[in-house]
């Protein structure tokens, strides 16, 4: 009888251990879904700077009347996606704040009358 009680608890011990391991786990792969998130925004900026920065080499080197639409045309599509990359960054962090803060429940209109 004892030895199948030091069985029992030698089994919940193990079982407690594997799910530490599993919540790790778990919040890993969470972690990793985020930052693949904020990478896939960075890169989008960086794209974006590159192309900015290339049109005005451009600019610089080759400005005459044929290209200045073109090199306007670049310009304000830089400038109208940076707006919207900052508007999609804005979005993550909020969201990821708000999911971190989940499990708080927050306080209705109902409850304050």
Not at 30 to 50: E, N, S
Request: proline share 2%.
């Amino acid at each position: 009888m004892p030895e199948r009680v030091s069985l029992l608890q030698t089994s919940v011990i193990y079982f407690g251990y594997l799910e530490q391991l599993l919540n790790r786990i778990g919040l890993l792969a969470i972690r990793q879904i985020i930052a693949r998130h904020f990478i896939d925004t960075l890169t989008k900026g960086v794209g974006i700077i590159c192309i900015d920065v290339a049109d005005l080499l451009t600019a610089t080197i080759v400005y005459d009347s044929i290209t200045k639409n073109l090199l306007v045309i670049i310009s304000t599509f830089c400038g109208v996606a940076s707006i919207l990359l900052f508007y999609e960054f804005c979005v993550n962090i909020y969201r990821y704040y708000n999911e971190e803060l989940d499990f708080i429940e927050k306080p209705s209109d109902e409850a304050d009358m």
